[in-house]
């Protein structure tokens, strides 16, 4: 039997965490490229259709071996649901909007590399800005440098880097309230008011009813 739902993305990227939505052990690694990624959190975001997903539903006659997504931490849990197809987007999604380790992605040259995401919060609700500029990949330890790397050219490791370079942490997309309130209280105590980028950057991205948090899901 076949059935088509709309679920909240927030509550799919929430089962994979908890492994009630696992892969069969026959599906192909997680192989999506930094391009790949940001394409696709920007496609989102804009509310365009980026497809759906198949799962189907575990305890049947034929039972496949599941394994949890790459990036999952490690548990012994039974999957009500297996992801058929669509495991690189929602792979990437999760690693992007929810994981608190690096997303494992590559280059266009195929080097493998880790990254964290940050939405630059006034390129994000700037006039015809495309959404995709105003995502920033850096490396797992969040520093971006250059000239081998002597020379730092953002650093994002720490709350009050990121509260300086108004820099959102993609990962804290569903659980934001602390951050904004602190980004808040650092640009307040340094005589900047930021209650309109708030506004707006909430609005746009962050509310529940933003395109980010919506995904259909025909089990």
């Given amino acids: 039997m076949f059935d088509s739902t709309k679920e909240d993305l927030k509550d799919i990227l929430r089962w994979a965490e908890e492994g009630r939505l696992q892969l069969p052990e026959f599906q192909?690694?997680?192989v999506w490229g930094d391009s790949d990624v940001r394409s696709l959190v920007a496609s989102v975001a804009k509310g365009f259709p980026v497809g759906a997903l198949l799962t189907l539903e575990t305890g049947g006659e034929?039972?496949?071996k599941p394994r949890l997504l790459a990036g999952v931490p490690a548990k012994?849990?039974?999957?009500?649901?297996l992801l058929l197809d669509g495991q690189q987007r929602v792979t990437s999604l999760y690693q992007a909007t929810r994981s608190?380790?690096?997303v494992r992605t590559r280059t266009p040259k195929g080097t493998e590399v880790e990254r964290f995401y940050f939405l630059d919060i006034k390129a994000a609700v700037a006039a015809g800005m495309e959404?995709?500029?105003?995502i920033?990949?850096?490396p797992a330890d969040r520093i971006v440098r250059r000239n081998f790397g002597k020379e730092i050219v953002l650093d994002l490791s720490t709350p009050e880097g990121q509260f300086e370079h108004d820099a959102f942490p993609l990962n804290c997309i569903f659980d934001s309230r602390n951050w904004f309130y602190d980004w808040r209280d650092y640009?307040?105590?340094r005589g900047r008011d930021v209650s309109d980028l708030e506004r707006d950057f909430d609005r746009g991205v962050v509310d529940p009813r933003h395109p980010l948090q919506d995904a259909d899901h025909p089990p």
């Fill in 28 to 30: 192909r690694d997680y």
């Fill in 62 to 64: 034929i039972e496949f």
């Fill in 76 to 81: 012994d849990v039974r999957p009500t649901e």
């Fill in 100 to 102: 608190t380790t690096p």
């Fill in 131 to 134: 959404f995709e500029d105003a």
């Fill in 136 to 138: 920033i990949g850096v």
């Fill in 187 to 189: 640009w307040k105590a």
